[in-house]
């Protein structure tokens, strides 16, 4: 799958390792490469099980950026269960929630 969508940037605060990546790679660039990391390790805890609920999502800033990450098939099919259990959102939508979910999932696991 492709998850294609418009990711807020984070609000700074909201993980120690997005504000160390941002003064170094900038606030955009940053957060594309925690992302990547992010989906990865948030899609084999999809896999695992251990995802059962919503995270919180981090506080956020206005600005956003464009990504499109492929995302293993058996592991969307998962986060839609989470987040559209009707079935019923549009692809762009889920995508944001997915990626923010990862995101959120990423800042909990370093805290």
Excluded: C, H
């Excluded at 600005?63 to 098939?73: F, L, N």
Aim: no cysteine.
């Amino acid at each position: 799958m492709t998850i294609k969508a418009s990711v807020p940037l984070p609000a700074p605060g909201s993980s120690a390792l997005f504000d160390r990546a941002e003064a170094v790679y900038g606030a955009k660039q940053a957060l594309r490469i925690i992302l990547a990391n992010a989906l990865r390790d948030y899609e084999a805890a999809l896999l695992a099980g251990e995802v059962r609920d919503l995270s919180p999502e981090p506080p956020r800033r206005s600005e956003s950026i464009q990504v499109g990450r492929a995302m293993d098939a058996a592991a969307w099919a998962r986060a839609r269960e989470l987040l559209d259990p009707l079935g019923i959102l549009q692809e762009g939508r889920l995508g944001r929630m997915i990626l923010s979910q990862a995101l959120a999932w990423q800042f909990r696991e370093e805290g």
